[in-house]
């Protein structure tokens, strides 16, 4: 429980962050799962052998981690054939963004299909889009080198066996303050210093579709 105090002191958190053994990250309290940011890139944690290991698993029976949270709720929505919902929460920099993108990938994982068209399939759109979200709606902060300036409600959908059909995201409450007033350290949307360190023909090829859309 002691780790729990820790999410609300950042600071404390950066100093002790040495002790924490880098596999115990994610703790639960009933049904409520806690993720403390390890500041440092774990792969090993998100790779594919462990999502195999997390399929099927119920939630407690394994190490506490997102893929459990994710697994729990596809096989809800299967079982009982009930849309379901995870609620990503916590202060500017705990890790929301990145711990959607886990539960976005296992969903990927287990609703994926087996895709010989060559086209790119729902879940590598829905993958593929974070990047593109962030660079118009994330900034450098104070608190965080990527934080999302905007909220955002991923839905994806399912067909009745299990498999993507669909997806929509939708954002909302953009800070758009920011992109005429930044305060020092901060900076403005990562798009504009894309464009500025693009190379010249790109650059060009915007300037084109803007004057399209204008
Ligand atoms: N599970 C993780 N593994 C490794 N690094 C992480 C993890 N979670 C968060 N981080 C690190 O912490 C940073 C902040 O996390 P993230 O952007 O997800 O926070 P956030 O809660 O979405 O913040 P904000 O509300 O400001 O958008 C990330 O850029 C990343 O460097």
Not at 5 to 32: K, M, S, W
Not at 53 to 68: D, R, T, W
């Amino acid at each position: 429980m002691t780790k729990l105090a820790y999410l609300h002191e950042p600071g404390v958190l950066q100093n002790l962050r040495c002790r924490f053994d880098i596999n115990e990250i994610y703790t639960y309290t009933g049904g409520i799962l806690i993720a403390i940011n390890p500041f440092q890139r774990l792969p090993h944690l998100y790779e594919n052998r462990v999502m195999e290991k997390y399929k099927g698993a119920s939630v407690g029976e394994l190490s506490p981690h997102p893929f459990a949270i994710a697994d729990s709720a596809y096989r809800q929505m299967i079982k009982e054939q009930i849309s379901q919902a995870i609620l990503v929460s916590g202060e500017s920099g705990a890790g929301k963004t990145e711990s959607t993108k886990m539960l976005m990938q296992y969903l990927a994982f287990m609703g994926g299909r087996n895709n010989n068209t060559g086209e790119r399939s729902v879940e590598q759109k829905v993958l593929e889009s974070n990047p593109v979200l962030e660079a118009f709606g994330n900034a450098k902060t104070v608190r965080n080198n990527n934080s999302s300036r905007f909220g955002k409600f991923v839905e994806i959908q399912f067909d009745g066996r299990g498999r993507i059909s669909g997806a929509a995201i939708r954002t909302y409450l953009l800070e758009r303050s920011r992109v005429c007033q930044v305060s020092d350290p901060e900076r403005n949307y990562h798009c504009f210093y894309m464009l500025c360190a693009a190379p010249p023909e790109v650059k060009v090829s915007l300037s084109f579709n803007n004057s399209h859309l204008v």
